[in-house]
C-alpha cells in the first residue's frame, strides 16, 4: 500500500502557516523550546519539506539551510513511528544531493540519534545543551 501521507518541498513563503503550526505544537508546546529560539529568522532562506497526511492535515516538517545545515525535523507524535520522518529526511537528502552538496549535517537531539544513524549520519564532538535539550552534532558526507 503506498504512504498515507506525502510530502514535498515548499518556500517558507507558501508553507509559512502549515509549517508553523507543527513546529509551534511540537517544539514550543511539547518540547518547551523558547518561541525566540525556534523563530531564528533563518526559515525565509531554507529549503523546508511538508509532509500532509491524506486527509490533507500538515504532519511534519522539516528544513534545509544552503550551509546544509538540516532542522527542526517534526512529526506530530499521533503520526510517529510511521516513516513520516523518513520521508521528510529523504526529501531534504534528495534536494541537497541534486544541488551537489557535498556534507549535510544537523545539531541532533539526543534521544534522535537512532533515527539520524539510520541515514548514516556521524556523531562528532561532546553533548551540548541548546534551548534547555541535549544535542549533539551529527555529519553526513553525500
Ligand atoms: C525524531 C522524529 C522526527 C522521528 O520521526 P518518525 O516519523 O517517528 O520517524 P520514523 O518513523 O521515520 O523512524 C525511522 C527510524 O528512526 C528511529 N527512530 C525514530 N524515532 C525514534 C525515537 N524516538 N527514538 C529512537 N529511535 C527513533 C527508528 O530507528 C526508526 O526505525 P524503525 O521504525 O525501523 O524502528 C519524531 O520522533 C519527532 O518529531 N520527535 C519530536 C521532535 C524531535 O525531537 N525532533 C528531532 C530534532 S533533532
Given at each position: 500500500?503506498?504512504?498515507?501521507?506525502?510530502?514535498s518541498?515548499?518556500?517558507?513563503?507558501d508553507?509559512?502557516?502549515l509549517?508553523k503550526?507543527?513546529?509551534?505544537?511540537?517544539?514550543?508546546?511539547?518540547?518547551?523550546?523558547?518561541?525566540?529560539?525556534?523563530?531564528?529568522?533563518l526559515?525565509?532562506?531554507?529549503r523546508?519539506?511538508?509532509?500532509?497526511?491524506?486527509?490533507?492535515?500538515?504532519?511534519?516538517?522539516?528544513?534545509?539551510?544552503?550551509?546544509?545545515?538540516?532542522?527542526?525535523?517534526?512529526?506530530?507524535?499521533?503520526?510517529?513511528?510511521?516513516?513520516?520522518?523518513?520521508?521528510?529526511?529523504?526529501?531534504?537528502?534528495?534536494?541537497?544531493?541534486?544541488?551537489?552538496?557535498?556534507n549535510?549535517?544537523?545539531?541532533?537531539?539526543?534521544?534522535?540519534?537512532?533515527?539520524?544513524?539510520?541515514?548514516?549520519?556521524?556523531?562528532?564532538?561532546?553533548?551540548?545543551?541548546?534551548?534547555?535539550?541535549?544535542?549533539?552534532?551529527?555529519?553526513?558526507?553525500?
Amino acid at each position: 500500500m503506498s504512504n498515507p501521507f506525502t510530502v514535498s518541498l515548499v518556500t517558507w513563503h507558501d508553507g509559512e502557516p502549515l509549517l508553523k503550526s507543527i513546529r509551534e505544537s511540537v517544539f514550543i508546546v511539547e518540547q518547551g523550546v523558547p518561541k525566540e529560539l525556534e523563530w531564528d529568522g533563518l526559515d525565509e532562506n531554507a529549503r523546508h519539506a511538508l509532509a500532509i497526511s491524506h486527509k490533507g492535515d500538515a504532519i511534519g516538517c522539516g528544513r534545509m539551510l544552503s550551509n546544509g545545515h538540516v532542522g527542526r525535523i517534526s512529526v506530530l507524535p499521533q503520526w510517529r513511528k510511521q516513516k513520516v520522518g523518513t520521508a521528510i529526511m529523504e526529501a531534504l537528502l534528495a534536494y541537497a544531493r541534486n544541488h551537489d552538496y557535498q556534507n549535510v549535517d544537523v545539531d541532533a537531539q539526543t534521544h534522535a540519534m537512532p533515527f539520524y544513524r539510520k541515514f548514516d549520519f556521524v556523531e562528532h564532538g561532546e553533548v551540548f545543551m541548546d534551548a534547555g535539550l541535549p544535542h549533539i552534532k551529527m555529519a553526513l558526507r553525500l
